[in-house]
């Protein structure tokens, strides 16, 4: 009674490779509940330095216990005993007496605080420390080469200045002087004509085509409606109309891409008149037409 054994048991063992705080009459638990004592604890050889803890337990007999369970020896708070808690697998296949069950070995919960302790204090010691020296170290050279090269960068920054000045002077009295201005803006008069024009042509244009389409329409319903030789003569006449037309077309649409590249030319002088004066080139954005 005053070991914790009460009737008839089953033995069972399991194999740890620590055993920190587990001893015989340590309590066994299944899911939580209390089924039996530790009765004794074997060391076990495995050579090349390596050991093993054979624990045998004794359980109430009869009790069932899947073959897949895992003896997990856990603190269940910070003052209480280790004991050993079997956690029921899903098996259907039930461990027999005397068979091990697989053991998960206990954590001391301050050895692993103090190892954790440790590694952070060689952490401060041999990573940290060194890295925050040699930051200090980059920074003051970083400084050190600002405060000497920070004259030469003013005066560089100073000479950038005025030349951007002596630009700015150089295009409002020489590219933009009024008699340059005024050519400018009859330029852009003359293109915007040049816009009105070419928009006017292509509506022509487009009548146009659209009256050869209604001819061709009405052809073909004269083709339709006669046979032998005025057939033949009409479908000569609707294969010249048809070319006509095509062409008509390609013309129409060429003129529709002129009017839009030169309102797009006439918008960017607007916009820029240094654009025209210094010649630089702009790629053509309205490209179509058959060739």
């Known amino acids: 009674m005053l070991a914790g054994r009460t009737g008839a048991t089953d033995k069972y063992f399991t194999i740890y490779d620590n055993v920190g705080g587990v001893k015989f009459g340590t309590q066994v638990f299944y899911e939580g509940y209390q089924i039996g004592q530790v009765e004794n604890i074997q060391p076990i050889d495995k050579g090349n330095n390596q050991l093993q803890f054979k624990v045998d337990i004794a359980v109430e007999e009869g009790w069932k216990i899947p ?3 895992i003896a997990r020896a856990m ?3 910070l003052l209480s005993a280790v004991a050993i808690d079997i956690r029921a697998g ?3 296949t039930l461990l027999k007496p005397g068979a091990q069950i697989r053991g998960s070995s206990p954590t001391n919960m301050f050895a692993a605080l103090q190892d954790i ?5 060689d952490l401060s010691a041999n990573s940290i420390k060194p890295l925050l020296d040699n930051l200090n170290k980059y920074v003051q050279v970083l400084g050190d ?3 000497a090269h920070l004259p030469q960068a003013m005066a560089d920054l100073e000479k950038i200045a005025g030349s951007v000045q002596r630009m ?6 020489d590219l933009l002087k009024p008699a340059n201005r005024a050519h400018i803006d009859t330029i852009l008069a003359n293109f915007d004509k040049t816009s009105t024009n070419l928009a006017a042509v292509s509506d022509g244009l487009e009548e146009t085509r ?5 001819s061709i329409t009405k052809v073909n319903g004269v083709i339709d409606d006669n046979a032998g030789n005025v057939s033949e003569a009409a479908r000569d006449l609707r294969y010249t109309l048809d070319t006509i037309a095509r ?3 390609d013309i129409s649409h060429n003129a529709d891409a002129t009017a839009r590249n030169m309102a797009e030319f006439s918008r960017a002088i607007r916009d820029n008149p240094g654009l025209f004066i210094t010649g630089s080139g702009q790629s053509d954005q309205a490209k179509g037409g058959k060739k």
């Open 247 to 249: 062409y008509v077309d």
């Open 67 to 69: 073959e897949d369970s």
């Open 75 to 77: 603190i269940s708070g």
């Open 117 to 121: 302790s440790s590694q952070f204090g």
């Open 168 to 173: 700015t002077h150089t295009v409002e009295t």
């Open 90 to 92: 899903k098996s259907a």
């Open 145 to 147: 080469s600002t405060v």
């Open 210 to 214: 659209k009256t050869l389409t209604a």
